[in-house]
């Protein structure tokens, strides 16, 4: 009686077990960014279509002008691009950021952090791409005080 009881919590035990990629938690399912870009801009659709083909969720609100919504949401003038993204809990996601940054950034906890930045248009960029030509760059983790620190090296392989 006592082998039986025994293989069966072994047997439910060992159902139940779930693995640690089955605890993580899909970011880019449950990620949704709002899009804030002027009409007729080309290199923002691309980024766009970056973001969904891996798999984030967005939406779009096509504005004449930026100033107020990065003045709204603390962006200084050096960490501005051509668009901003606005996740659900409120990080933005200024410029041309390769969608695995954002997607990490979501899964971490970052204190005073306002969210991500590439400033510019750096080629190569997603949204960016020009043939082959690229020039490296930095992901930017912006700070409530109006600080930034190096996020992420984009370099070419």
């Known amino acids: ?13 060992s159902t ?5 990629e089955s605890l993580t ?4 399912a449950e990620t949704m960014l709002l899009i804030h870009k002027t009409p007729t801009c080309g290199c923002c659709s691309k980024w766009i279509e ?3 083909m891996s ?7 096509n504005h ?6 990065k003045k709204t949401y603390g962006i200084k003038p050096e960490y501005r691009s051509c668009h901003t993204g606005v996740s659900e809990d409120g990080y933005i996601f200024e410029g041309h950021i390769p969608s695995q940054y954002i997607t990490q950034f979501l899964s971490e906890d970052h204190p005073n952090a306002i969210g991500l930045s590439v ?14 030509r ?4 930095d992901v930017l983790i912006l700070y409530k005080d109006g600080s930034s620190r190096v996020f992420a090296e984009i370099r070419k392989d």
Do not use: R
Request: glycine content about 8%.
């Open 119 to 132: 400033p510019g248009m750096p080629l190569g960029s997603p949204g960016m791409e020009v043939g082959d």
């Open 25 to 28: 938690p899909n970011a880019n």
């Open 1 to 13: 009686m006592k082998k039986k009881y025994l293989l069966a919590i072994f047997y439910i035990f």
């Open 50 to 52: 970056h973001l969904n």
């Open 55 to 61: 798999g984030l969720k967005t939406s779009t609100q």
């Open 16 to 20: 139940s077990v779930l693995s640690a």
């Open 64 to 69: 004449e002008n930026l100033e107020n919504i």
């Open 134 to 137: 690229f020039m490296p760059y």
